[in-house]
């Protein structure tokens, strides 16, 4: 498939502006557009433990969740070291890394539609005060702390922090995957009973607390979703297309 219009056809679902909204840096990060993308390349993050991964697999194209440049590419490349070391392997090399990250979270069935999906949720829908957000209803209400337990089930992780202070019957969740916890006010507001996200500072915890509300904090490693996720959109585009899967990211270990 031509690149320029497998990538005009994820941007249509996944726009730019999105991005441009969280001041997020996204889209080519990294080498010169091949004509034709046979082969693609799928990983949360390119760093140096895809990077021999991709020398083997010589994909046309790399697409990773997170940007692997987040800034303005003449900053980032000389105030850190080791990403100029990296990009420099990338370019030599003839690589090519291409990002889509908040947009890909707030498009139509990228991360958040399918972490809902995940959950199984139904009547799902977006509130208007944050449009990276999903909120839906379980199929029938269970108490806090065993949705706590599928949830974890359902996002394939071995463990996640609970603060039980709101209603006890989970029945309406809302969801945004990574670090999100700062939007739980916008989770309360629309009924939600819990609110799923992660990264979230000790201040923000002491406010859901204080506040008196359900939130499951989720490892950051549950946006690897986006790899079965994308490989799915792009199969429904061309299903010649030769897709990668690199889920090499391990959760710490809890002690």
Same mark, same amino acid.
């Given at each position: 498939?031509?690149?320029?219009?497998?990538?005009? /056809?994820?941007?249509?679902?996944?726009?730019?502006?999105?991005?441009?909204?969280?001041?997020?840096?996204?889209?080519?990060?990294?080498?010169? =557009?091949?004509? %034709?993308?046979?082969?693609?390349?799928?990983?949360?993050?390119?760093?140096?433990?895809? =990077?021999?991964?991709?020398?083997?697999?010589?994909?046309?194209?790399?697409?990773?969740?997170?940007?692997?440049?987040?800034?303005?590419?003449?900053?980032?490349?000389?105030?850190?070291?080791?990403?100029?070391? &990296?990009?420099?392997?990338?370019?030599? /090399?003839? &690589?090519?890394?291409?990002?889509?990250?908040? /947009?890909?979270?707030?498009?139509?069935?990228?991360?958040? +539609?399918?972490?809902?999906?995940?959950?199984? !949720?139904?009547?799902?829908?977006?509130? %208007?005060?944050?449009?990276?957000?999903?909120?839906?209803?379980?199929?029938? %209400?269970?108490?806090?702390?065993?949705?706590?337990?599928?949830?974890?089930?359902?996002?394939?992780?071995?463990?996640?922090? &609970?603060?039980?202070?709101?209603?006890?019957?989970?029945?309406?969740?809302? $969801?945004?995957?990574?670090?999100?916890?700062? +939007?739980?006010? $916008?989770?309360?507001?629309?009924?939600?009973?819990?609110?799923?996200?992660?990264?979230?500072?000790?201040?923000?915890?002491?406010?859901?607390?204080?506040?008196?509300? /359900?939130? !499951?904090?989720?490892?950051?490693?549950?946006?690897?979703?986006?790899?079965?996720?994308?490989?799915? !959109?792009? =199969?429904?585009?061309?299903?010649?297309?030769?897709?990668?899967?690199?889920?090499?990211?391990? !959760?710490?270990?809890?002690?």
């Amino acid at each position: 498939m031509r690149t320029k219009k497998l990538l005009l /056809n994820l941007s249509k679902r996944f726009p730019k502006r999105f991005a441009k909204m969280h001041h997020d840096f996204v889209g080519l990060m990294a080498g010169k =557009l091949p004509e %034709e993308a046979k082969k693609i390349l799928l990983c949360l993050d390119f760093d140096e433990e895809v =990077l021999p991964i991709a020398l083997t697999e010589r994909p046309d194209l790399i697409l990773t969740h997170h940007p692997f440049i987040y800034g303005t590419k003449g900053w980032v490349l000389k105030h850190d070291p080791r990403k100029k070391a &990296l990009y420099d392997r990338v370019i030599d /090399n003839g &690589l090519v890394v291409y990002s889509m990250h908040t /947009n890909f979270d707030t498009g139509k069935d990228g991360m958040n +539609d399918a972490l809902a999906e995940a959950l199984d !949720l139904k009547n799902i829908y977006v509130p %208007e005060k944050e449009i990276m957000m999903r909120i839906g209803e379980l199929k029938k %209400e269970m108490p806090v702390e065993e949705f706590a337990r599928y949830a974890k089930k359902c996002f394939k992780v071995e463990y996640s922090l &609970l603060i039980a202070k709101g209603n006890p019957m989970i029945k309406k969740v809302a $969801v945004i995957g990574g670090g999100g916890s700062r +939007d739980w006010p $916008v989770a309360k507001e629309e009924g939600a009973d819990i609110y799923i996200s992660g990264d979230a500072p000790h201040h923000v915890r002491r406010e859901i607390v204080v506040e008196g509300y /359900n939130y !499951l904090d989720m490892p950051h490693e549950i946006e690897k979703i986006f790899m079965p996720q994308m490989k799915k !959109l792009l =199969l429904e585009m061309d299903e010649s297309l030769d897709i990668v899967i690199v889920d090499h990211e391990e !959760l710490p270990k809890v002690i």
